[in-house]
């Protein structure tokens, strides 16, 4: 069965700092990997996904993430946080076609000044 | 496009009353998805659709959960009788045939008091 760890439940970084969130998976094949923002009270926005081809992707509000087979991994970063950056990150996997995901806990990022 | 739409945002009931829950996915999109979101469990599957069909209820925890997808533009789920164990947030998610993201609704917010 597939599975997502995020080992880091709550993560706490400076404006302007560099973040790294991690995302480790267990899936047989290759795996359709994704990650997803919650801030409070809404719901989950897309901010990249890989399939196949480039191992590192790029997605939206400057955040990229790095697939990494041997490591089984799908780490997310971004060289700044903002402030708006606050909010709860989920990494997904699930096969390919139109089935449903598999989520990790979360991790929530806190930023501070 | 308006998005995943969903009602209500908030549910307050109290142990025992009935509960049903609505989603409007997007238009042309053949796959919906319920998801719970717990606090101890995470993100989980509850049940989705294919072309208005039940593919997987495997998620659906007991009798007490029921959902229906009578046309492709309308979803409900169905708690009955609640429990406060059902609070949460439920989620609905969309997707077109062949492509691989799904789009989430804002959630509904359940408390069983």
């Known amino acids: 069965a597939q599975s997502v760890t995020q080992p880091d439940i709550h993560i706490t970084v400076s404006e302007g700092a560099s973040l790294e969130l991690r995302c480790n998976y267990s899936?047989?094949?290759?795996?359709?990997l994704f990650w997803y923002v919650q801030s409070p009270g809404q719901g989950l926005q897309l901010l990249l996904k890989?399939?196949?081809?480039?191992?590192l992707v790029q997605g939206i509000k400057g955040f990229e993430a790095e697939f990494k087979r041997s490591q089984s991994s799908f780490n997310l970063r971004k060289p700044s946080v903002h402030w708006s950056d606050a909010a709860e990150y989920f990494c997904a996997v699930r096969n390919s076609g139109n089935t449903p995901l598999v989520f990790g806990k979360g991790t929530r990022l806190s930023v501070i000044a | 496009d308006a998005g995943v739409i969903q009602s209500p945002r908030h549910e307050v009931t109290e142990m025992g009353q009935e509960v049903t829950l609505r989603c409007k996915p997007i238009s042309g999109h053949d796959y919906l998805f319920w998801y719970r979101q717990t606090m101890m469990r995470g993100l989980e599957l509850l049940i989705y659709f294919n072309n208005n069909v039940p593919i997987d209820d495997s998620g659906m925890p007991e009798d007490r959960f029921s959902a229906k997808m009578p046309n492709a533009s309308f979803s409900t789920l169905k708690i009955q009788p609640s429990e406060p164990r059902d609070s949460a947030v439920y989620f609905c998610a969309s997707s077109p045939l062949g492509v691989d993201t799904q789009y989430f609704g804002p959630g509904t917010r359940l408390t069983v008091l």
């Open positions: 899936y047989g094949a290759t795996p359709y």
């Open positions: 890989y399939f196949s081809g480039d191992t």
